[in-house]
């Protein structure tokens, strides 16, 4: 089993940053790829950015140019910044780590953007 923690979501303004953190612990295995995906109301949960252990990243194109995610595969940490945010930004984040045929997911942060 794995568990997800996450941190860092909130209020911000239109135009600032945010920084999301997810720690995972429990039976990690390699190869695995963490990130995190988003939901906003209404809406599908989307992609927003993958990182795998070797450090392959994959971006959404609603953020790529504006967002980083990187990890710290010693801790199993995976972290999201996001520049530049739109009130269109305004969801619920949750962490992922995909390994062995297996996706795990955290309760998820909510990120709300105002205008």
């Known amino acids: 089993q794995v568990?997800?923690?996450?941190?860092?979501?909130g209020l911000v303004q239109a135009g600032g940053s945010l920084?999301?953190?997810c720690a995972?612990?429990?039976s990690i295995f390699r190869p695995n790829v963490m990130g995190w995906y988003r939901q906003a109301p209404g809406k599908q949960r989307e992609l927003v950015a993958?990182?795998?252990?070797?450090g392959l990243t994959?971006?959404?194109?609603?953020v790529r140019g504006r967002s980083t995610i990187f990890r710290d595969s010693a801790r199993n940490t995976?972290?999201?910044?996001i520049n530049s945010l739109k009130p269109e930004d305004t969801a619920v984040y949750y962490c992922t780590?995909?390994?062995l045929d297996n996706n795990y997911w955290g309760q998820g942060t909510q990120v709300t953007v105002s205008s």
């Open 3 to 9: 568990q997800l923690e996450e941190s860092g979501g």
């Open 19 to 21: 920084r999301l953190s």
């Open 24 to 26: 995972a612990s429990g």
């Open 50 to 54: 993958t990182i795998t252990n070797r």
């Open 58 to 62: 994959n971006y959404a194109d609603s």
């Open 78 to 81: 995976v972290l999201l910044q």
């Open 97 to 99: 780590v995909a390994q």
